[in-house]
């Protein structure tokens, strides 16, 4: 019962940062809860594993943390309030260690945006113009970076999580609820904890 209790506060705790800042917009205008909803929908109907499932779902957990926990983790540069994409590897990803999750979750969280660095190395081999297009926000990966990312077991996923989070931006596609996806992390922390029985209900 107490690991029941720890696991349904945890749930409370990180769905609670949907409910209090999901409703940020990105760029294209649709809120930041509902496009990390649609990565993890199209991680389902792609046929992948709840792990994976719940990394595309959390993938940008880092933007809807609380703000001072943000800045005092350095998630955002001095200058000009710029975003740090190479603090943000590993501060939605150092979240949910801490919460339970498992370290493929926390792994490949990280690696999509160490996937997203990766691809601005290679616009930058392939197109210099295109990789500056931005104006430099993205810091691309050094070549020893590259070599090391490329070696991951799940380097893949890792690109296809970055490629679910483009895809998810179209304003086409039909909104996904974020609550659907706490069952989801319910079963996983249980799993995680021990409690097979629950779990499997």
Request: glycine share 8%.
């Amino acid at each position: 019962m107490e690991i029941t209790s720890y696991i349904e506060r945890t749930l409370l705790e990180v769905f609670e940062n949907y409910t209090l800042r999901g409703h940020i917009l990105c760029e294209e205008g649709l809120t930041s809860a509902h496009h990390m909803a649609r990565c993890g929908a199209m991680a389902q109907a792609a046929g992948y594993d709840e792990e994976v499932v719940l990394a595309a779902f959390f993938h940008a957990i880092d933007r809807l943390l609380d703000p001072d926990e943000c800045e005092e983790a350095g998630a955002f540069e001095e200058t000009g309030g710029e975003y740090d994409e190479v603090t943000a590897e590993h501060l939605g990803a150092s979240y949910l260690r801490n919460h339970g999750f498992s370290e493929r979750i926390a792994g490949l969280v990280e690696g999509q945006v160490a996937a997203r660095r990766y691809m601005a190395y290679r616009d930058a081999l392939c197109s210099p113009a295109r990789a500056t297009a931005g104006g430099g926000s993205i810091k691309p990966m050094t070549p020893a970076e590259v070599t090391e990312f490329e070696e991951r077991l799940d380097f893949l996923i890792c690109l296809k999580l970055r490629e679910w989070a483009e895809a998810a931006r179209r304003p086409t596609l039909n909104p996904v609820s974020p609550m659907r996806y706490k069952e989801i992390a319910r079963r996983h922390l249980l799993l995680q904890f021990g409690d097979f029985t629950l779990a499997r209900r």
